[in-house]
């Protein structure tokens, strides 16, 4: 869809409700001369009458125009649109045989098959603007929370290891779920005023204060990770082309636009998870988050570059262990952090330690050269291009080394040498082994996929079910087995 068209339409109307549901009925804010934020009236709300057009009943197999966005894959666009893959080459040869990525911006050719109940086609931010990328380089989450008039600076909670204030909550939550700080700012600000509000209300009388009604995540840091979860899944799951519909509140079945992106339609599922009724349609259109980020951050269309380019393509990867050993692959796609998607990462165990937590002396080692830019406990972030910042180009993220083994931050490692020893340290585990994932630009990217892991040549699938699958290679297919069983051992050549 025309992108102007986005930006002007502020409201979908679903199942042709009234435009009354356009009204917003959650207090925003503005911003003041000093670029602090402060509450608004209700009465100054900003009202956007004009609907988005809707869409028509295609015809099967007719052909729609698509324009490329950032991070776009074929399969993906072909369950979008409830086609295939095949189809969309045959009406747009121009695609080469082997593609990962496409190109943003490319405009296709797609056939349609229609399906009823289509959401909305409003756009709320970019792709770029939701992970913690290129976008988020000069940010600073502590700076900025502490800079505003809300409690949330006052406010704290005890995680990983020690107690952190509201800023340092969101930098911790951004570093591992690689989940953009100012898009937590905005739901923070936009469901609870905490930026903008100098008084604190009562936990107890707002146990869920983003309104995830979820046992035993009571207060806000644990629904922030419950939020940042949520929205992984949404986003990731629209990357794989994996959802086909969500349930509002009300029982209403929602059908993402096939023109959306992956930031919005992540959105949409977290809302409504969170909000019902009016509350959910203000959320996702233009008078809702949108308008609260563009308030704290700016413009949010000009903010940033595509930032998964077209043609995308893996550096030389290793095996993760040392030359003329046999390890066990102990765990197919999973999540690279929290639950459900993405499913980034794979597992690897010596095998002779598979399935319990003991020491070993075999030491995992370095997919290719880079630098160590993040450690924590049993956590090393290995940056490929170097430039120290983690936001930015290929970073492999291990997770479950024994913390004392990691080397220490500012480390150049060659491919190959040793990062950390295999451990049961860092989040669940029920064996020692060691847990990588990439990412490019701070998006992780899946394991099975347009852009599949490849590490010496072999390549990971997925299986039916998380942390199943296998590797393949020439024909030959090693299985994922969380025992370590024989068929799951892989030999690493010199």
Known sequence: MNKKIILIAACTILNLTLLSACFPSIPESKPSEQGIVEAVDPEDQLVFPTPLPTRPVYQPGELVSYIVQTGDTLPALAAHFNTTEREIRQENPVLPE?????????????PIYYQPLWGSAYQIIPDCLFPNGPAQLEFDAVDFVNSQPGWFKTYSAYTGSKTRTGGELIAYITDNFSISPQLLLALVEYQTGALSNPEQPDDELNPYPLGLNVKYRTGLYQQLLLAANMLNNGYYGWRRGEIKNYELQDGTLVVPDPWQNASTV???LYFARSMSGDQYQNAIHGNGLVRTYQTLFGDVWT????????????????LPFENNRFWAFTGGPHTAWGDGEPLAAIDFAPPNIAGGCVTTDQYATALADGLIVRTDTAIAVLDLDRDGKEQTGWVVFYLHLATDSIPPVGTTLKQGDRIGLPSCEGGRSTGTHVHIARKYNGEWITADGALPFTLDG???????????????????QIIASVAGDQTSHIHREP
């Open 98 to 110: 082997s593609t990962t990525t496409l190109p943003p911006g490319l405009p296709l050719e797609i």
């Open 266 to 268: 992540a959105l949409q």
């Open 303 to 318: 903010a940033c570059e595509a930032h998964i380019p077209g043609s995308l393509t893996q550096p030389n990867f290793i």
């Open 458 to 476: 072999w390549i990971v699938r997925n299986g039916d079910e998380i942390y199943q699958g296998y590797l393949e290679k020439f024909g030959r």
